[in-house]
């Protein structure tokens, strides 16, 4: 079955740049019609989804974060990776990768999820 791994640095200072970088097991992250997400949960706070990257390798963003989020992708490694500039304490939340089919994007069920990493925002 397929899993997922999450893997970065848990602290970044304000103003760089948070990259973190999804590895996917069990199944080719171009595979069928998943699309690779990026989704944070802040303190106290729901869901937020980020992104996604597709299976043939177009993005789309949460128009609250476009400007600052990019989502690419390692076919070789079977990778996505995430990269946030301009990071705040506002930014500070566990982070999640998932595969969800487009239907599921969105939910908190469905798909195949990573264990989530915690990043806070800090000097």
């Known amino acids: 079955h397929v899993q997922l791994q999450v893997s970065g640095p848990g602290l970044v200072k304000p103003s760089l740049t948070l990259s973190l970088t999804c590895t996917v097991s069990?199944?080719?992250?171009?595979?069928?019609?998943?699309?690779c997400s990026w989704i944070r949960r802040p303190p106290g706070k729901g869901l937020e989804w980020i992104g996604y990257?597709?299976?043939?390798?177009?993005?789309a963003y949460n128009p609250s974060l476009k400007s600052r989020a990019s989502i690419s992708r390692d076919t070789a490694k079977n990778q996505f990776t995430l990269q946030l500039m301009s990071v705040t304490p506002e930014d500070t939340a566990v982070y999640y990768c998932?595969?969800?089919?487009?239907?599921?994007?969105?939910?908190?069920?469905?798909?195949?999820w990573g264990q989530g990493t915690q990043v806070t925002v800090s000097s």
């Open positions: 998932a595969r969800v089919l487009p239907s599921q994007y969105g939910s908190q069920y469905g798909g195949a």
């Open positions: 990257i597709t299976r043939g390798g177009n993005s």
């Open positions: 069990g199944d080719s992250i171009t595979s069928a019609y998943f699309w």
